[in-house]
């Protein structure tokens, strides 16, 4: 994985069990996550390329950026519903 993924699966809290009660039976919100950060990793290993044009790393960091603002959002709002 790229030193940008590992820092995002850093940043996602992990709680025992969730993960896979989620894979296994995901509510639409859950599976929305999963993809949102399945993306967001390929993003970090696209933006360690070193053969990007200084235009492909900036639209692609605005992409990354956009998308890892998604990711935390949804995570919060899941977090949220979990507590209840």
């Known amino acids: ?6 820092m995002l ?6 709680r025992e ?4 009660k989620a894979k296994s039976n995901p509510s ?6 999963f993809e949102l950060l ?3 990793l390929k993003g970090a290993e696209y933006l360690e390329r070193k053969d990007l044009t200084k235009e492909q790393r900036r ?3 605005l992409l990354y950026d956009a998308l890892t ?16």
Do not use: C, F, I, N
């Open 38 to 40: 399945e993306r967001a």
């Open 17 to 20: 069990g969730q993960q896979e």
């Open 28 to 33: 639409p919100e859950e599976q929305e996550y």
């Open 69 to 84: 603002e998604k990711v935390l959002e949804l995570r919060q709002r899941l977090d949220g519903e979990h507590r209840r």
């Open 9 to 14: 699966m850093d940043a996602v809290p992990k």
């Open 59 to 61: 639209k692609g960091e």
């Open 1 to 6: 994985m790229s030193d940008l993924g590992d």
